[in-house]
């Protein structure tokens, strides 16, 4: 079993070069992690790396082709060493001319495409990963997935295509966790409410749609992509080492269990 001090600790951060997953990129590299950030968003990796400093780097990848994703591994296993920590950020809220989709009018290709990036890509980089720590374990190995808080309310924000994708993630995630406890390995998902992002102002139609929200929630305002990226920082820590399959809601209280 590789052992990884601190700073030699390798995090994959798909989804990494912006929003949430920009945010535990910053937070992980602020605790000592080396940060490998993923996205096929252009220059926007390099950038998101660079920002970091020395010991990050980037790597554009579209989570949703196989291939793609078993090359990415050998890629960075190959030149940067074991990936100790894997956080599957990557998501897709498809809205077509803007507007929310009503599942009478929704396209295949817009379902599809949805839980291709959301529940495929997920799917595919955690079985990558979980191939090569059978394969080559790591002490302290972390995954960690993003749900939502829309399918746990039915909420009408989203489309119908997003709400059904990551359900299927989140009962994954579960599966994962079993499967890859025997190597020490831990699994747990986010759950976000609402979190000020692009995403979510995409579904909102003014700042005063976006207050009036805030109302609702207990803890009285927006969430922010730090608040996500402050309980992925915990999930991978040695702390978290006895937490496994479970969800944690990050939304100020929108839902309770």
Known sequence: MTSQSPEQRLALVTGGARGI?????????????????????????????????????????????????????????????????????????????????????????????????????????????????????VEGGRVVFFGAVAPQLGAYRPSAAYIGAKPAVMGFAKAFARESAHLGITANTIAPGLIDTEMLRATVNSSGALAAAAQNIPLGRIGTVDDCAAAVAYLVSPQAAYITGNVIDVNGGYRMQ
Not at 23 to 40: E, K, N, S, T, Y
């Open 21 to 137: 997953g920009e945010a535990i990129c910053r937070q992980l590299a602020r605790d000592g992690l080396r940060v490998v950030v993923a996205d096929p968003d252009g220059h926007n990796p390099a950038r998101v790396a660079a920002s970091r400093g020395q010991g990050h780097h980037a790597c554009t990848v579209d989570v949703a082709d196989e291939a793609a994703v078993a090359a990415l591994f050998d890629r960075i296993e190959n030149t940067h060493g074991p990936v100790a920590v894997l956080v599957n950020v990557a998501g897709l809220l498809i809205l077509p001319g803007g507007e929310r989709p009503l599942i009478k009018d929704m396209t295949l290709d817009t379902w599809e495409r949805s839980f291709a990036v959301n529940s495929r890509g997920a799917f595919l980089c955690s079985r990558e990963y979980l191939r090569r720590r059978e394969a080559a374990p």
